[in-house]
T-cell receptor
């Protein structure tokens, strides 16, 4: 079991460029989410998905797009990168427990993104 | 909207000192409470959680936390820290909804 994997580990972009951060999990978890981590602000939820074909916005969705075509993958797209998107990005997944999702989150190793 | 505050931005302790990290949340209803730890260069790991029952919960590596409902607090404690406890610690809440709200984090530096 690889758990939650993220690529790339590091990325530098110029303002206006686009890119996709990849996230995959091999645990068959229906719930997946993206957070950004900024100093002094903890983790803030960007987007989340409760299953293939279903996505929703979190606390800070502007400037980011997501899609969920399979249970395993949940890519995060930056359409036109801005310096304010310099951050560390974490993907997480949660298994289902009956009618609900477990409160146990499995985090990926993170992607450190710098936008110049 | 819920919010989570953590009292200290950066705590510096010597080995064997006792630790208490403060966490307060704003939600007035029933919540689930969590502490996560992020060791340098690693991803977040669950340290302990509180759902219901005994308000004193024990986690991994000798950590414990006490839920005080009247104070909306969930403080993390360890009687004697080690150098290997150097990490960032995040408090988080979930109000039985889909998502979590994290605090800003407290960086702990333990001096050998």
């Amino acid at each position: 079991n690889a758990g939650v994997t993220q690529t790339p580990k590091f990325q530098v972009l110029k303002t206006g460029q686009s890119m996709t951060l990849q996230c995959a999990q091999d645990m068959n978890h229906e719930y997946m989410s993206w957070y950004r981590q900024d100093p002094g602000m903890g983790l803030r939820l960007i987007h989340y998905s409760v299953g293939a074909g279903i996505t929703d916005q979190g606390e800070v969705p502007n400037g980011y797009n997501v899609s969920r075509s399979t249970t395993e993958d949940f890519p995060l797209r930056l359409l036109s990168a801005a310096p304010s998107q310099t951050s560390v990005y974490f993907c997480a997944s949660r298994p289902r427990e009956g009618s609900y999702f477990s409160y146990e989150q499995y985090f990926g190793p993170g992607t450190r993104l710098t936008v110049t | 909207a819920q919010s989570v505050s953590q009292h200290n931005h950066h705590v510096i302790l010597s080995e064997a000192a006792s630790l208490e990290l403060g966490c307060n949340y704003s939600y007035g209803g029933t919540v689930n409470l969590f502490w996560y730890v992020q060791y340098p260069g690693q991803h977040l790991q669950l340290l302990l959680k509180y759902f219901s029952g005994d308000p004193l919960v024990k986690g991994i590596k000798g950590f414990e936390a006490e839920f005080i409902k009247s104070k909306f607090s969930f403080n993390l404690r360890k009687p004697s820290v080690q150098w290997s406890d150097t990490a960032e610690y995040f408090c988080a809440v979930n109000d039985y909804g889909q998502n979590f709200v994290f605090g800003p984090g407290t960086r702990l530096s333990v001096l050998p």
